[in-house]
């Protein structure tokens, strides 16, 4: 724990100007990011009397160890500045938003010369327009449903569309007039993109002129005796009229308007956000999130707003948004979503009538919300806190580990070894920082001897960023381990950043302002086996110097939890919260090392010289390497021994032979240096 005397700035240091601060750990990582309209009087309320700070921000103020700000011209460039580091630094005690990304939109691809309505989730794409949120895809799809008979835009996947066009046969829904079929040319690309224009401009509220248009042509229709086209026209407005009951008119004047609303305790928050466009409430969603700073309301609902328009424009930010309560920076704030819609935008608090009957709607489905969340999660912050708490008792921690990395082996008959590393903070997986490795130091099948390199490789790099950082000098640990993480993706390099003052400092653990993923280490590290694999993990820690973060594994046959030096394990209850953490800590490492492992050996499957085969299979393939256990003893066998695997005929185990034959080396690898013959291996393995 740190004290916050010991990196307070000196008086006069900080600036009395529009910022964004920064508080790093002791590990240089990012934990809190603010922004203030005068910089020196905002940190000046963090070096106070640590009684008087509210206890979450105490917590904050003595994890930290360093304080940073960056100086901007205006209090919005401070709105994006922080929104940009809340997003790329993920700072542990800033308020962050859950299960944003799981809400369907109805989208259509205007960036395609044939427009698609689709159903998406997740990141938005440039070039589509997106309607919604919805809570449920099903209602998307009725909705689609019933317009396609107005607007029989394309919905098929390009493989499908790519099928019609070669076959010059539409899909079941141009047969039956719910695509205009453009795949066989019946609609061009400007008469089909006009169909998804109108299709947008309906789903975007402007239903009376469309709905007018068809009135009038079905009339038109019944006078010429046309009776068959007024039917039609009668049922396509019957159509859009069910689409649009599907949404309400709950605002008279066709406004639209964003409406937030917020339910709190003191430990969570819940957000409902209902969409309304042309008076009709186009979507709604939701979120919640752990109260981990010392936030009001006010800052609540600027944290939504952040997180609602931080990566939109135009369209997307409504004219009006209504909220329960008025940011701090209103003025900066309103700046903001105007430039990022383009034109004008008021934020306010409804005072009456239909707006405010409204937002109270919104309140209740908040509410709601927070209580159905809290049910459901059985106060899961506590039971993380809890079981935490007891491991650290169990292993006799000093402290609860925030940080846990765990580690598993995995590998098919020695072949393809592989290994994984998971992390898990304050109880929760950290999957950006999940890491894969490859066997390298020896072949075959050694678990502790695989165990102790992939230690050392982790914890290597961790000494060399340290090294880098000048936290210490590393004499005999050497330098960073050359094979690194099999995926290259462990963040090497060094960066920089501002200090306090604005000056550049070394980049102590980033590289292009973001964290390096091997440079903070775990309080605990947990190993997939027992006595003989944490036994591997201490040596390697100890053969580096490090004596401060714990060890233990997890042996799955009786649960039991095993620490280094000790001759019996640790037995934790079978419903102990601390022994359920550890299980899902072991079992997500150990799934993701399958996983690897199992694509290396479909790499190495579909690089075999059995690929030449005709007419042989990956099921056969893999029933040769079972029966003969690699393809040096395939290459080996008679055309006898192979036709025993069972499904293969003497004209396939011929073939077999002859490709094998002729896929092998003309001459034994010899070793310059001392002469060897080399032996070879398994004649089709791929080694990355």
């Not at 001897?449 to 090294?467: G, P």
């Not at 150990?590 to 030449?612: N, V």
């Amino acid at each position: 724990m740190a004290d916050p005397s010991s990196y307070r700035p000196k008086p006069g240091q900080i600036p009395d100007s529009p910022g964004v601060y920064k508080f790093r750990d002791e590990h240089r990582r990012v934990i809190y990011v603010g922004k203030a309209k005068s910089l020196r009087q905002r940190l000046a309320n963090y070096f106070q009397d640590l009684a008087g700070l509210h206890p979450r921000t105490r917590t904050m103020v003595t994890t930290a160890a360093s304080v940073e700000w960056t100086v901007v011209s205006t209090e919005v460039e401070a709105l994006q500045l922080e929104y940009s580091w809340i997003k790329e630094f993920d700072p542990r005690f800033n308020v962050k938003y859950r299960d944003d990304k799981s809400y369907p939109y109805l989208a259509v691809t205007l960036h395609e010369e044939f427009p698609r309505v689709q159903v998406m989730r997740g990141q938005k794409k440039k070039g589509v327009r997106y309607f919604g949120p919805y809570a449920h895809a099903w209602a998307i799809r009725e909705t689609v449903d019933l317009m396609l008979r107005v607007f029989p835009v394309r919905t098929c996947s390009a493989g499908v569309f790519k099928n019609a066009e070669r076959t010059g046969r539409p899909c079941l829904l141009g047969y039956i007039g719910k695509c205009s079929a453009p795949c066989v040319g019946r609609v061009g690309p400007e008469e089909h993109r006009e169909l998804a224009d109108e299709f947008c401009d309906f789903m975007a509220g402007r239903t009376g002129t469309y709905l007018r248009r068809l009135e009038k042509d079905m009339m038109l229709a019944a006078e010429d005796m046309e009776y068959e086209k007024a039917a039609r026209l009668r049922d396509d407005i019957g159509a859009l009229k069910r689409a649009m009951e599907k949404n309400a008119v709950v605002l008279a004047d066709a406004t639209d308007a964003d409406l937030i609303a917020v339910a709190e305790d003191e430990l969570e928050a819940a957000v409902q956000i209902f969409h309304v466009r042309g008076g009709r409430v186009r979507g709604q969603r939701g979120w919640v999130t752990d109260k981990v700073e010392a936030v009001d309301t006010a800052g609540l609902v600027e944290h939504a707003l952040q997180q609602l328009y931080g990566d939109e424009s135009g369209d997307a930010v409504p004219k009006e948004v209504l909220v329960p309560a008025l940011p701090e920076d209103l003025d900066a704030v309103t700046q903001w979503l105007s430039g990022r819609r383009g034109s004008q935008v008021s934020l306010r608090i409804p005072q009456r009538g239909d707006k405010k009957a409204l937002m109270e709607t919104v309140g209740r489905n908040a509410q709601q919300a927070l209580v159905l969340h809290k049910t459901k999660r059985a106060s899961d912050l506590t039971t993380r806190s809890r079981a935490l708490e007891e491991i650290a008792g169990a292993l006799g921690l000093d402290t609860a580990p925030l940080r846990i990395e765990c580690f598993d082996i995995s590998h098919l008959q020695g072949e393809d070894v592989v290994a994984s590393m998971v992390v898990f903070e304050d109880g929760l997986p950290r999957k950006s920082e999940y890491r894969r490795f490859q066997i390298r130091g020896f072949e075959g099948q050694d678990d502790v001897r695989s165990m102790h390199e992939v230690i050392s490789r982790r914890f290597k790099r961790y000494l060399a960023e340290r090294e880098k950082t000048g936290e210490w000098a590393v004499e005999e640990a050497g330098g960073p381990d050359g094979s690194g993480a099999a995926d290259g993706s462990d963040g090497s390099g060094a960066g920089s950043g501002l200090g306090l003052g604005g000056e550049v400092l070394a980049g102590p653990a980033e590289e292009n302002g973001r964290p390096k993923k091997f440079a903070y280490p775990p309080q605990l590290v947990v190993v997939d086996g027992g006595r003989p694999q944490v036994a591997a993990a201490r040596r390697a820690l100890d053969e580096l110097g490090i004596d401060d973060v714990a060890v233990c594994g997890l042996a799955k046959r009786l649960e039991e939890v095993w620490l280094p030096d000790e001759e019996d394990p640790v037995v934790l209850p079978r419903t102990s919260e601390g022994l359920y953490l550890l299980q899902r800590v072991r079992d997500t490492a150990h799934d993701f090392a399958i996983r690897y492992q199992r694509s290396k050996r479909t790499k190495r499957i579909r690089t075999s010289p059995l690929d030449a085969v005709p007419g042989l299979g990956d099921t056969r393939k893999q029933a040769l390497i079972k029966h003969f256990g690699s393809v040096k003893r395939l290459r080996q066998a008679t055309i006898e021994q192979i036709c025993e695997v069972p499904g293969l005929g003497r004209k396939t185990a011929e073939a077999v032979a002859i490709a094998l034959a002729q896929a092998a080396p003309a001459a034994p690898a010899v070793n310059t240096a001392t002469g060897e013959i080399i032996e070879e291996d398994d004649g089709g393995t791929s080694h990355d």
